[in-house]
């Protein structure tokens, strides 16, 4: 299973765009990374998945390079209520056996 | 549609019980899986289970028990409750392999 790095907390302002960068060096071919967003006391969310080069939704954007040895979630205008903790998951299948400690994002007013 | 659903939300019990607890999965997904999440260990991978078969599991000891029903429906067991045992125990579905996970509120444990 592949291992993640990720900052173990960041902090922000409300309207700046927020990036987190997660170092997955060990990611399987078959692997798709995964971003999940947690509030205190309910369960993760996704935010987005993708494969390889850039992944974008309404919530977020994901960039992954050519070696897929990391990927970066952008959060682009971030408010409040986006203050939560971050988790990258590289795997496959809908469950996550490893989710690791996450990025802590606090954004202020 | 409905989401994942847990019950109970809340629960306290005593050292030395044992406690049951459900997940409904979200209509027409057949794979269920059960996280432990505390301040000090984070989220922790319990087991999986697809078509009321256990397919992977975590590091826990035996007293940590679950199983699936043919609707899909999960429910887990922990036995001889600890107090290390508080924790709120999330619950996972999804389609059959790849895409998201959609989570359940969570039931909290507390074991006093």
Redesign the interface.
Known sequence: LAKTTQPISMDSYEGQEVNITCSHNNIATND?I?WYQQFP??????II?GYKTKVTNEVASLFIPADRKSSTLSLPRVSLSDTAVY?CLPG???????????TRLFVKA | KAG?TQTPRYLIKTRGQQVTLSCSPISGHR?V?W?QQTPGQ????LF?YFSETQR?K?NFPGRFSGRQFSNSRSEMNVSTLELGDSA?Y?????????????????T?LTVV
Do not use: D, H, W
């Open positions: 798709y995964t006391s309910q369960g993760p969310r996704f998945q988790y496959t299948g809908g469950f996550k056996t490893i989710f690791g400690a996450g | 994942v794979s899986s996280y984070g989220l922790q991978f999986e992977n975590g709120l999330l619950c996972a579905s999804s389609l059959l392999t790849g895409g998201e996970a959609f989570f359940g509120q969570g909290r």
